[in-house]
């Protein structure tokens, strides 16, 4: 099973910018599309944005569209994720997962551990 290690979390004011990385153990263009679903203190872990095997299909949550972006570079076995305009409604731990291309996150087997993402208003 495919190991995910994210970094680049961190605290911040609002509007700033952040850009979360996560590294996987091997090659996952092939078997695995990517996600990033964000867990807030208190609520449920819920979608922020997927890519598919190629990368050239992405999808995002409603209320980040426009703001986030997330992108996988496969030849370095990474997937980022570009928070731009952070709002404090945007703290949370962000997970990596991969599995199919699903918003769903009783679709994904594979998690990474999380990193923490706070914004000061």
């Known amino acids: 099973q495919v190991q995910l290690v994210e970094s680049g979390g961190g605290l911040l004011q609002a509007g700033g910018s952040l850009r979360l990385s996560c590294a996987a153990s091997?090659?996952?263009?092939?078997?695995?599309?990517m996600a990033w679903f964000r867990q807030a203190p208190g609520k449920e872990r819920e979608f922020v944005a997927a890519?598919?095997?190629?990368?050239?299909?992405?999808t995002y949550e409603a209320s980040i569209e426009g703001r986030f972006t997330i992108s996988r570079h496969n030849a370095e076995n990474t997937v980022y994720l570009q928070m731009n305009n952070l709002k404090p409604e945007d703290t949370a731990v962000y997970y990596c997962?991969?599995?199919?291309?699903?918003?769903?996150?009783?679709?994904?087997?594979?998690w990474g551990q999380g990193t923490q993402v706070t914004v000061g208003s």
């Open positions: 890519t598919s095997l190629s990368g050239e299909a992405t």
């Open positions: 997962a991969a599995g199919p291309l699903s918003p769903w996150v009783r679709h994904y087997a594979c």
């Open positions: 091997e090659r996952t263009e092939s078997m695995y599309a």
